[in-house]
């Protein structure tokens, strides 16, 4: 069975400052993908970032990338120049690909981060 | 486009009391899921459907618990009977099958409470 670990329950930075989170996974597959997804007050749960396993090049939105090491099964996201507006719980997340050509698995969710961004 | 609808948004009962919660898809999405959050086990999934056909409902708690896709654009989750441990968010996500199409989008979920 897969597991996500998301070991900071809590994290601040200052408005403008640059945070990471960190992230890492336990799983025997080989293609799989791996999200994170924000979930602000609201609880609104909003993609910010995917990354494909077999894809090395590390994945880019904007402000958000992350840092995915296979070998070390660990998928960090870093927030560049963050914005009052990232305050939120931040969750990583696994999928497995299932055999058949591109067909979906289910989610698996790490416990979550939330990050607040002070003025 | 309309992101995946969720209604209701809040539903208060007392137990014993049926709850329906529903859920309508992005349109053109094949895959249909239902997750709960709670504090003590996080988000986790409940069932997930496929071209409206149920895949693996290994996450559902228990009888109490049943879920229905009766055509591409809707599904319902229902609770009968409604206990105080099922007070959660309910949130329905939906996806595209097929190559580089597994991105799941969420509905704003429903917050359950039963007293």
């Known amino acids: 069975a897969q597991t996500v670990t998301q070991s900071q329950p809590e994290m601040s930075v200052q408005e403008a400052e640059t945070v990471t989170l960190s992230c890492t996974y336990d799983t025997s597959e080989s293609n799989y993908y791996l999200f994170w997804y924000k979930q602000p007050p ?3 749960m909003i993609l ?3 990354q494909e396993a077999y894809k090395q090049q590390n994945a880019t939105e904007n402000r958000f990338s992350v840092n995915f090491q296979k070998a070390a099964k660990s998928f960090s996201l870093k927030i560049s120049d963050s914005q009052l507006g990232d305050t939120a719980m931040y969750f990583c997340a696994f999928m497995k690909l299932m055999n058949y050509g591109g067909s979906q698995g289910n989610l698996i969710f790490g416990k ?8 | 486009d309309a992101g995946v609808i969720q209604s209701p948004r809040h539903e208060v009962t007392e137990m014993g009391q049926e709850v329906t919660l529903r859920c309508k898809p992005i349109s053109g999405h094949d895959y249909l ?21 149920p895949i693996d409902d290994s996450g ?7 879920a229905k896709m009766p055509n591409a654009s809707f599904s319902t989750l229902k609770i009968q009977p409604s206990e105080p441990r099922d007070s959660a968010v309910y949130f329905c996500a939906s996806s595209l099958g097929g190559a580089k199409q597994e991105t799941q989008y969420f ?7 039963v007293l």
């Open chain 1, 42 to 44: 609201s609880r609104q």
């Open chain 1, 112 to 119: 979550g981060t939330k990050l607040s961004v002070k003025p």
């Open chain 2, 60 to 66: 559902m708690p228990e009888d109490r618990f049943s």
């Open chain 1, 48 to 50: 910010v970032i995917r």
């Open chain 2, 33 to 53: 899921f239902w997750y709960r959050q709670t504090m003590m086990r996080g988000l986790e999934l409940l069932i997930y459907f496929n071209n409206n056909v």
């Open chain 2, 107 to 113: 509905g704003p979920g429903t917050r359950l409470l």
